[in-house]
């Protein structure tokens, strides 16, 4: 048994590492790396699923193709010359834009970036733009501070007050739960802003439940308490910022009754936050569910302009965190990408793929190669993407299991797990470390590593040049000028982890990246992009105050949360236990339609329907449907059945959360 220092490649705010045991070149057991200065030597079990997922009997090891109708097990070398040969002639007929690279993020290696060389190279492809996880968070955050940056998770430290909005640590970001933990027994306060009473909310001072996408009123509320009171800090909004009067003019425009009402928040709750945020340095750390919506951007928005009336950004233990793109900023992505190769460009919206697909007239979609993610399950309003990659001649899938996606292709190639090839990983969205991640064992079967593929696929298309490159040189260009300030690939295999160059309280010197240099209020970003750059009054677009009709017919709310022992989708085929729909209904709901745990009920709206087995919530606001996202269609099928395909207010985001329906008792 041989012991080695790996990293966890998902998903995941935490990007913890590993210590992995090795046996006869078989991955056998994983765990934290206690050395690890973030993650301390604690892991979750999706970390530990990946064993599991290496192991797996049910992992496909070969090239398939599907012939009339059943998958065939082919060479490489067949499965390379027909996939090479069908996007030469796509692109030959109709132009390299009628190929659709549909790509997510289901591993965050600096290698996942290869895709984006081959098809630049390539002469261009129909690429995905916008997300559909934190895209109107991220926008949000560039228009008021210019960037989205989090402070260091050791700056809580030097917190008084910690708000937890809309974060399921306990869920999703394990070692922010660790230091709560720590944190709370030195006397800091902590309040837990959610519609669902969750883990993270059990250690909080005090939990406030809230209606589903009315976070950004609720800002409103506490900032007009803030002005009532006079508590706003008046340096920094007269010397560090622009638009005041403009929000001043929004906090007029609504009553605190309202407030009160469309949060389901009382008054006394509101004052009480506006104490909490004036008696600072208070932190924020906000969660990615409340930017799904319609009004998702907004909310964001509106919640960084309490932080900063209230005088808490720029300081240590204050903060408006919420991603922080500036670990991935600190690559070189067009090194390893080569933007400039592109002939031909066209995008889609991550969201609106299918849509798109379906209507793309003057280059029509031919051929769609998805890498990197399962569109199937996790793309909103799945009829809609099923319908859409039906429709087209070819689909190719890099892939280690059938997943819903996979089953619909005509090639699936079998792609290596995080520890048959070499990678370092890294997560914009908490700590700023990057792991090493060594190549472990033999990729088993036939598995080859994705950038194997990419580069053979290059070969075989006449520019095989760009890619005759080992994986370490590969890394290297992807450190660009990192490696000039010491950040080697060297030092990152020795020491298994290095803190990246970045800002550990941003805004420290209250100057900011926006065109005027001063937090915005009024954001000019967001004026030359063509919006109205002011705050506004928002609502879920599925909500009474958008669309009173739709909320009389579906009156739920349904939340779609991400699932405590799958990555998404990645799991639920290796865990008996996540085999079935699990319908959390709030206890209002459950009284109204007569419903008891383990009940099966349809829940359903104008785009889909869904089936699967009552719990009831213990605490939760009112009118509340949660149904984790991620579940196969094998299995009872995805949540995404019922969720919107429409974009959010700005950054091109998703909508998954603006999402009404009824239920009914099977
Ligand atoms: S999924 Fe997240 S918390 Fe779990 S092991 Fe991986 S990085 Fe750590």
Avoid at 54 to 74: C, S, V, W
Avoid at 138 to 165: L, M, R, T
Avoid at 445 to 468: H, Q
Avoid at 558 to 566: D, E, G, N, Q, W
Wanted: aromatic fraction near 8%; proline fraction near 4%.
């Amino acid at each position: 048994m041989t012991t080695f220092k790996s990293a966890c490649p998902l998903n995941c705010w935490d990007s913890c590492g590993f210590v992995v045991e090795v046996e006869n070149g078989k991955i056998v057991k994983i765990d934290g790396d206690k050395e690890h200065p973030i993650t301390k030597g604690k892991i979750c079990g999706r970390g530990r699923m990946l064993e599991a997922r290496t192991n797996a009997e049910d992992r496909i090891l070969y090239p398939l193709k599907k012939i009339d109708g059943e998958f065939q097990r082919i060479t490489w070398e067949q499965a390379l010359t027909e996939i090479s040969s069908k996007l030469a002639e796509v692109r030959q007929i109709y132009g390299s834009t009628a190929i659709l690279h549909s790509h997510d993020y289901a591993n965050g290696g600096l290698l996942t970036k290869i895709p984006n060389r081959f098809f630049n190279c390539f002469g261009g492809a129909t690429e995905l733009i916008g997300s559909i996880c934190w895209g109107s968070g991220i926008e949000a955050q560039n228009w008021d501070f210019g960037n989205a940056a989090s402070h260091s998770p050791e700056d809580i430290y030097n917190s008084k007050n910690v708000i937890i909005w809309g974060r399921n640590v306990t869920r999703t970001n394990m070692h922010l739960f660790a230091y709560l933990q720590e944190v709370k027994k030195k006397g800091v306060n902590i309040t837990v802003i959610d519609p669902i009473y969750n883990g993270t909310a059990k250690i909080a001072h005090s939990y406030i439940p809230i209606t589903p996408g009315m976070d950004g009123i609720l800002a409103i509320g506490i900032i007009k308490e803030l002005l009532q009171l006079d508590l706003q800090d008046k340096n920094f909004i007269q010397n560090y910022t622009v638009g005041f009067e403009d929000l001043v003019d929004l906090t007029d425009s609504i009553s605190i009754e309202q407030i009160e009402k469309m949060t389901n928040v009382p008054r006394e709750t509101i004052t009480n936050l506006a104490q909490i945020y004036s008696d600072g340095p208070t932190a924020t750390y906000m969660g990615l569910g409340m930017q799904r919506y319609g009004n998702g951007g907004n909310t964001i928005r509106l919640i960084d302009a309490l932080v900063a009336v209230s005088g808490n950004v720029g300081v240590p233990g204050g903060g408006a965190n919420f991603g922080n793109t500036q670990v991935g900023q600190s690559f070189d992505s067009a090194a390893l990408t080569l933007p400039e190769r592109k002939k031909e460009s066209r995008a889609f919206v991550m969201s609106e793929q299918a849509e798109k697909i379906l209507t793309a007239s003057e280059t029509p979609i031919k051929m769609i190669m998805v890498s990197c993610g399962n569109p199937l399950t996790q793309v909103p309003n799945t009829a809609l993407v099923q319908e859409a990659f039906q429709s087209v001649d070819t689909v190719v899938v890099l892939e280690q299991f059938m997943t819903d996606t996979a089953r619909l292709a005509d090639y699936v190639l079998p792609s290596a797990t995080v520890f048959e090839e070499e990678d370092i990983y890294y997560s914009s969205m908490y700590h700023h470390y990057v792991n090493y991640g060594p190549k472990l064992v033999e990729a088993r079967g036939e598995a080859k590593s994705d950038v194997w593929i990419w580069t053979e696929l290059a070969k075989r298309l006449g520019f095989g040049e760009d890619f005759e490159y080992t994986r370490e040189e590969f890394i290297e260009m992807g450190l660009g000028s990192l490696q000039d300030r010491g950040i080697t690939l060297e030092l990152i295999k020795e020491k298994g982890h290095v803190p990246l160059p970045v800002k550990l309280v941003p805004w420290h010197d209250f100057s900011f990246t926006t065109p005027s240099g001063k937090f915005e209020f009024t954001s000019s970003l967001g004026e030359m992009k063509g919006y109205d750059g002011r705050l506004q009054l928002l609502y879920p677009r599925e909500s009474i105050y958008s669309d009173k009709e739709l909320a009389e017919k579906y009156p739920y709310s349904l939340l779609t949360i991400h699932p405590l022992r799958s990555n998404h989708s990645q799991n639920y085929h290796l865990i008996e236990g996540l085999q079935t729909v699990k319908v959390e209904i709030s206890k209002d709901i459950a009284e109204e339609k007569g419903l008891e745990p383990d009940d099966r009920v349809r829940v359903y709206n104008d785009r889909g329907e869904i089936t699967g087995k009552v719990q009831i919530l213990k605490e939760s606001s009112p009118n509340i449907v949660c149904i984790d996202e991620g579940q196969w269609h094998i299995f009872g099928g995805s949540v995404n059945n019922l969720t919107s395909h429409q974009i959010s207010d700005n950054g091109l985001g998703s909508t998954l959360y603006d999402c009404l329906v009824g239920i009914e008792k099977l």
